[in-house]
């Protein structure tokens, strides 16, 4: 009986432990979607706008595409040496964040350090309080009249490399700084579909979704003809916006609607609710009249010619979540805005491959010794970010 008590206990732990080899085999023997972002990262040239010490939270920053900030001054100023105060109280009118910094009755210098991750001709707006405030930014200068309340203002624009960013500010006696923005255009985030998931291995269905977003191929993903095309029309947001009125009048290129948005004498801004049924890629369209126009959501946003009639501009393709999404358009004066009309994509596993012309099944994982050349292939093929 012992004898056959000590065989069935040796048989079990070969088995335990063949088990355990085997889940071992599997995890040195297929690769982690943060292991190939993190080597995506670097090969592209990316890696500036890392800190010193990365963890997995930098890297998809960074693919994330998003490139507008916002600094609480409180949260970003030299507390060693800067002579200001933080203060949690409303004494200049509202603020954000924990708090703002106020200055001594003398004119006084501030310094602050922020981290950038991606680099890029950025727009800077400030909140502060004060007249002949003295700004130096990435190598330029800029002055700045606030008045007596706190109050958000553009200082200009400059371009801005990755990685740590230290500026400062001259503000008056009795001056106040509430937050700094810097803020540009959004690149198209380089993920998967339902994006990262850091621990997950990494398939070739996976690959092929960040294929395309990487390389700007989902344009070529083919329509979605059961999906009935949603026409919005401007119209339809009601009361219409500040800087916008309501018209019929016909101009140059017939309107789909029988009334339309039309701007004043001052660009304006409209945001147009969209509601996806899916987590999908989405076509826009918008049938719009102006010389220029600006349009995109919060994770990506461009700016595309127009003209002096009303013309269909294709403003792209978007990855965009299920449920609310917002349509920001931006016209110039007397710029106006017609109907909006929404398609969707295919995007099976199929769909990707076939863009992204991988012969590999999709649910096949990707393994260590063919990353350098999925990567290689990547780099070579990569153009700019859109």
Known sequence: MQRVLMFLLTVSIITVSGIASA?????VTAVTQLAFAQKLVDALGWGEGLPDSPVEKDYFAILSGNRNFKFEAEETFDRQSDTVVVRDYPLFGAFS???????????????????????????????????????????????????????????????????????NAVIP??????????????????????GWNPSVRLTSGALDEITASLLALEPQLPEDKGYVKKVIQAVSIFPPPAGFYVTDKQVKGKTVAPKWLRAGSAPA?????????????????????????????????????????????????????????????????????????????????????????????????????????????LQDKFKERR
Do not use: M
């Not at 004119?107 to 890029?120: E, M």
């Not at 002949?132 to 203002?153: D, V, Y």
């Not at 009309?341 to 990707?366: F, M, N, W």
């Open 173 to 194: 006696p009795d001056g106040a700084i509430d937050y700094i923005i810097l803020t540009a255009p959004s690149y198209s985030a380089v993920e998967p579909l339902a």
């Open 269 to 377: 801004t409209l945001l147009i609710p969209l509601q996806s049924e899916d987590l999908s890629v989405y076509g826009i369209r918008v049938h719009f009249l102006g010389p220029e126009l600006t349009a995109g959501f919060a994770s990506k946003a461009g700016i595309f010619k127009g003209g002096p009639s009303f013309e269909w501009v294709d403003i792209g393709t978007f990855r965009l979540p299920k449920g609310a999404n917002s349509l920001q358009l931006s016209v110039p004066p007397t710029g106006g805005v017609d109907v909006i009309e929404v398609s969707r994509k295919l995007t099976s596993q199929g769909d990707y491959a076939s863009v992204a012309r991988s012969a590999r099944s999709s649910d096949s994982l990707i393994k260590p010794e063919e990353l350098d050349s999925i990567i290689k292939s």
């Open 23 to 27: 889940a071992e085999k599997a995890s």
């Open 97 to 167: 964040g924990k708090g703002w910094i106020h200055g001594p009755g003398s004119q006084t210098a501030v310094h602050f350090r922020v981290f950038v991750p991606i680099s890029g001709k950025y727009t800077i707006k400030v909140s502060a309080k004060g007249d002949a405030q003295l700004w130096s930014i990435a190598g330029k200068a800029f002055k700045l009249n606030s008045g007596s309340k706190l109050h958000e203002s553009v200082l200009g624009d400059a371009f801005i490399p990755a990685g740590i960013l230290d500026f």
